[in-house]
């Protein structure tokens, strides 16, 4: 019997795979999509769906904002499903110890200027803030999507160009003796492909590395709590100017402390509080978020300790959802060293590509989705090139 080979196997099912697997069945490529679930529980079912294409602070950060919005300005259509995108005010709450125009001063590099609010006005715009809680807030314009029905949209958009999904857990990368990788090691069976594409988010360095491939991918224990739809109106996305995720994600990316990330058990920092949150169209809500560096994916966490820390937190600054029903969860977000997705070919394992490490993920995963199919059908790109692990 002949075993069915692959142009592409593409590991993981969230936005990065499916947008990923749908650009490259676009080109004619034979794909299968892999994801260990039949629904999505991984960082883009809980993400507040929003798109920051305010926040380019470089040429190539801009680029990836403009083409990002764009995409999804146009997104609905294309793939022939509502992906719900809505522009929608960012409000940047400050916290009343700090200096609201030398937090306005700290945006000033970002392709948008910043708007300065008042106390006054920022009820204005979001009246379940606690105008006791904050200083001020800093308003960017900003979209949002649900992220769950744009993942789905993607994924049934590729299965009408012809992809194959299977829903496995991915054991192993199997290599060939001349360091190719030529197959994929599933908990129900063994895929071939000519190239595998890794798209596992928080998994993706575990992944890659049972493969001996070594990159800068860490990851992140994401916390927040999932309500059912509210009859409570949030009019705006909601998070704190002063993000203590981004000095988490540098403390923790250190080239020191890359051996430790070799070994299950370590707490890299302490865990911070960036309250935060969002309502969608359907009115259920997304807040926290609590992000804890624990190098096992897998660590046990304190569920109820966790929740009660997220509700004081939001419930600071947003009263009327420190008591709301809702349900706590977590899942794995990864980031790089540079705060830019690692996408592209590998140097010392052939056939092997990896397309992760995103900030701004649910902006920029479309946009480098169609570039890397392009390249991947021969067509050269410098975007892919400087976000080249080999670069």
């Keep these: 019997m002949s075993i069915k080979t692959y142009d592409w196997i593409v590991v993981g099912g969230g936005i990065t795979g499916t947008a990923l697997a749908y650009e490259l069945a676009r080109q004619d490529f034979r794909v299968l999509l892999l994801d260990k679930d039949a629904t999505l529980q991984n960082a883009t079912r809980y993400s507040y769906g929003g798109l920051a294409y305010w926040s380019g602070t470089s040429q190539l950060t801009r680029q990836l904002c403009q083409e990002g919005i764009a995409c999804h300005r146009h997104l609905s259509e294309e793939l022939e499903a509502d992906t719900q995108f809505r522009e929608l005010d960012l409000l940047l709450t400050i916290d009343t110890e700090d200096d609201p125009e030398a937090t306005a001063r700290s945006y000033a590099q970002f392709a948008i200027s910043p708007q300065l609010l008042s106390v006054e006005e920022a009820c204005e715009r979001e009246p379940l803030l606690n105008r006791g809680a904050i200083a001020g807030a800093i308003r960017f314009p900003h979209g949002h999507i649900h992220p769950a029905k744009t993942t789905q949209a993607y994924s049934n958009a590729f299965r009408r160009a012809g992809g194959e999904i299977q829903v496995a857990e991915v054991v192993k990368l199997q290599p060939r003796g001349d360091h190719r990788i030529e197959s994929v090691k599933t908990t129900d069976g063994t895929y071939y492909a000519a190239n595998t594409v890794v798209c596992a988010g928080g998994f993706s360095r575990s992944l890659l590395q049972a493969t001996g491939v070594d990159l800068p991918l860490y990851f992140t224990h994401a916390e927040l709590i999932e309500t059912p739809p509210l009859d409570l109106k949030l009019r705006t996305l909601l998070m704190p100017a002063d993000m203590q995720r981004v000095a988490l994600e540098s403390q923790a990316s250190t080239p020191e402390l890359d051996p430790l990330w070799d070994e299950p058990g370590h707490k890299l920092a302490p865990p911070i509080l960036d309250p935060g949150a969002t309502q969608f169209c359907d009115a259920h ?28 937190g939001v419930g600071k600054v947003l009263p009327a959802l ?15 060293r540079n705060s830019l997705p690692v996408v592209g070919a590998l140097s010392n394992v052939a056939g092997i590509y990896v397309f992760s490490g995103f900030t701004n993920t649910l902006l920029f995963a479309p946009p480098l989705a169609k570039r890397f199919a392009s390249w991947a059908a021969g067509q050269g790109d410098e975007v892919i090139a400087q976000l080249s692990p080999t670069g």
């Design 285 to 312: 809500l997304c807040f926290g978020q609590l992000s804890r560096v624990l190098t096992n994916p897998y660590a046990s966490i304190d569920a109820a300790a966790s929740e009660a820390a997220i509700r004081k």
């Design 322 to 336: 420190e008591d709301v029903p809702g349900t706590w969860h977590r899942c794995l977000i990864a980031f790089s």
